[in-house]
């Protein structure tokens, strides 16, 4: 790294970071699967006069764009929540979607193994580079010119020459 470079976040304070976001996103999972698996389920917003007069596509992209920001605030308010029933989420899952408890709990355990992972690397990377030595050939056969060469010897030469 250069001097003028700025060293940026160290790979703890990264991976503390991608902790805290793969926690939340797996906390968000799991008390969506729980409340979609214990309420009824809410009926499909009808669209408003303004949009039936809009044109096909452009009404399709302003529905998937409502769409997506809807989910994403739905998706956090629902996380939050259910905070308080975290008990309950977590017993539902024990015994309705155990395989979606394990996974989401194997995702913050990917992320901090990613971190020691990163941290060899960057450790390993740190120091000098270690240089590869040449194994010494052991030369048996006498000099070139005194016929002591072995047929296998002169023909190597012989390839060596020609390239």
């Known amino acids: 790294m250069s001097d003028n470079e700025s060293p940026g976040l160290s790979i703890v304070t990264v991976t503390a970071i991608v902790f805290v976001l793969a926690t939340f996103l797996a906390w968000g999972v799991l008390a969506a699967s729980f409340v979609g698996g214990t309420s009824p389920v809410r009926g499909i917003a009808e669209l408003d006069d303004e949009d039936a007069r809009m044109p096909t596509r452009a009404r399709a992209r302003k529905t998937v764009v409502r769409s997506f920001v809807a989910g994403i605030v739905r998706f956090v308010a629902t ?28 995702v913050p355990v990917a992320v901090i193994g990613g971190g020691f992972g990163m941290k060899q690397l960057e450790q ?3 120091g000098p580079p270690k240089r590869m030595r040449k194994k010494r050939r052991d030369v048996r056969a006498g000099s070139v010119g005194d016929g002591a ?10 390839l060596r020459f020609r390239l």
Do not use: C, K
């Not at 996380?79 to 194997?106: C, D, E, K, Y």
């Not at 060469?149 to 012989?158: I, K, L, P």
């Open 79 to 106: 996380a939050f929540s259910q905070l308080p029933n975290l008990p309950a989420v977590i017993s539902w899952h024990a015994t309705q979607r155990l395989w979606l408890l394990i996974l989401m709990g194997l």
């Open 149 to 158: 060469d072995t047929r296998g010897a002169q023909q190597r030469r012989r």
């Open 124 to 126: 390993s990377l740190e």
